[in-house]
């Protein structure tokens, strides 16, 4: 913007407009030059090394979070399919009298019949099978020790009728759980590791 100076018709710059006294004045009134430039520019990048720092905290307990709904869910799913198979069995009659025999009674195979032994045998692999799993979710990190420790079927192992019958139970389970099993959970010990 210009105003004209009319005695002699030239135009003069108004102060503090203009192409290039806006910007000089400008930097001159607020004391910016080229070295504290290089100082905003010093404090930009610490900002943003900090954003990067915060979000990287934020990432992190975000999987933390997220691991610990996993071993939640790893948890939860053993003693639901528990659950799942103890309501399915107990509505059966013969597997109700064979449990009872088995468990309170201390009955053998030999004291089971074929329909008994048949269902008590189905029950109990599906057991193991929740077990071999347990096994795999320790093995991978996603459970604890104590979750094969803990898990409610323990009383079913101690029965004369599932010592009797492991050999046979053992051959349609995976070699490295056959051998974790008979090594800690036969003998009372629960460590993964050996």
């Known amino acids: 913007m210009h105003i004209t100076n009319q005695a002699t018709r030239t ?29 905003v520019s010093a404090i930009g990048e610490v900002v943003g090394a ?17 691991n610990r709904l996993a071993r939640a869910e790893a948890w939860r799913n053993p003693n639901s399919d528990l659950n799942a ?13 064979a449990l009872n025999d088995a468990f309170f009674e201390n009955a053998v195979r030999a004291d089971l019949n074929t ?3 048949i269902v008590l045998d189905m029950y109990i692999i599906s057991l193991l099978n929740i077990y071999e799993q ?5 093995r991978e990190g996603t459970l604890t020790v104590a979750a094969i420790q803990d898990f409610g079927a323990r009383s079913v192992l ?16 995976g070699p490295s759980f056959v051998a974790y099993f008979e090594k800690n959970l036969l003998s009372g010990k629960s460590d993964v590791a050996s």
């Not at 710059?13 to 192409?19: K, N, Q, S, V, Y």
């Not at 900090?50 to 997220?66: E, F, H, K, N, T």
């Not at 107990?90 to 597997?95: C, Y």
């Open 11 to 39: 135009p003069k710059p108004l102060r503090g407009f203009g192409a290039g006294a806006f910007g000089v004045r400008c930097h001159e009134y607020i004391g910016l030059n080229d070295m504290n430039w290089e100082a």
């Open 50 to 66: 900090a954003a990067v720092v915060v979000s990287l905290i934020y990432l992190a307990s975000q999987v933390l979070v997220s």
């Open 85 to 97: 198979i103890n309501a399915t069995f107990s509505t059966d009659v013969v597997f109700r009298k």
């Open 115 to 117: 329909d008994e032994r």
């Open 134 to 138: 347990i096994y795999r979710e320790i």
């Open 158 to 173: 101690a029965m004369p009728y599932f010592r009797e019958s492991w050999p046979t139970y053992k051959r349609s389970l």
